[in-house]
């Protein structure tokens, strides 16, 4: 004891709470374990089950391929419902942000790869669906220091056509049905193509803008450097010059976008 007051010592007055780390520790672990991040570990889990019973007696029993839809049913549902509640709610964990769309991916690419193995897919549509979602993954990366490119309607119904057209490729479905699962397939075919397409473009655009943003603001950075430095006028000037012809060149760059 000193007998100085809490003041004196730059405390607050409060006593002092005995393993505050291990308390925010807590508080943070805690947070992981959140509903939203709960369906899409359930999703992660529900991949090898899948597989197993989709692949189970060669492939072909009726049954278990339908015990094989349950499960692929209930991972799609469940990617329906993780991100709108990590959004609505303030749910969102780095987790989440890596396991989602892993878990995503995961569920999709093993039920093509399993029916093309079962001969019931051709590999050249798994082949287009898994290239366009690893590379719109890369392009993800390429990007995100620019910023983020939104989900577009396009986008969303590509998801919705890609899960009927697996789901009913998974059942045993046989005459119209199977004919109509076809017809499905090559709409989200096309949409996989067009979206991805359309993905690169906007990718492509976001960076050139970020790199131009980037580029006018080091210029203005310059220009402030050399208005602060003494007997820097006429080299202000002429950086203050080079800047604004930076911010035009961006300008007409980003018309020229516009326009496209």
């Known amino acids: 004891m000193t007998g100085a007051p809490a003041s004196a010592t730059g405390g607050s007055g409060a006593t002092p709470v005995r393993g505050g780390k291990l308390g925010t520790a807590a508080v ?10 709960l369906l899409t570990m359930a999703r992660l889990v529900l991949v090898p089950g899948f597989v197993m019973l989709l692949l189970h007696n060669g492939g072909y029993d009726p049954a278990w391929r339908s015990f094989a839809w349950a499960a692929f049913a209930i991972a799609m549902i469940t990617d329906l419902f993780d991100g709108h509640l990590a959004r609505t709610y ?9 396991a989602d769309p892993i878990a995503d991916k995961a569920i999709m690419g093993a039920a093509l790869i399993c029916l093309s193995y079962l001969g019931d897919l051709p590999w050249w549509v798994t082949g287009v669906i898994l290239f366009r979602e690893l ?19 396009g986008g969303k119904m590509k998801t919705l056509s890609q899960g009927i057209a697996v789901g009913m490729y998974v059942l045993a479905l046989t005459g119209p049905l199977a ?3 076809f017809w499905v397939l090559a709409v989200a075919v096309v949409l996989t193509v067009v979206t991805g397409l359309d993905y690169v473009r906007q990718a492509i ?23 602060e430095a003494p007997g ?3 080299s202000a000037d002429r950086v203050s010059g080079a800047s604004d012809r930076v911010s035009g060149t961006s300008g007409a ?4 976008e516009a326009e496209r």
């Not at 303030?90 to 890596?98: M, P």
């Not at 590379?135 to 309607?153: D, E, M």
């Open 232 to 234: 820097s006028g006429e």
């Open 28 to 37: 943070n672990q805690a947070s992981l374990w959140n509903i939203a991040n």
């Open 179 to 181: 004919t109509l699962r």
């Open 90 to 98: 303030n749910l969102v964990t780095d987790f989440g942000k890596i």
């Open 253 to 256: 760059r980003g018309a020229a």
């Open 205 to 227: 655009v976001l960076r050139r803008q970020g790199l131009a943003a980037e580029r006018s603001a080091a210029a203005q950075e310059a220009v402030e450097a050399a208005a």
């Open 135 to 153: 590379g719109i993954t890369v392009l993800r990366f390429w990007v995100i220091r620019h910023g983020v490119i939104p989900a577009s309607r």
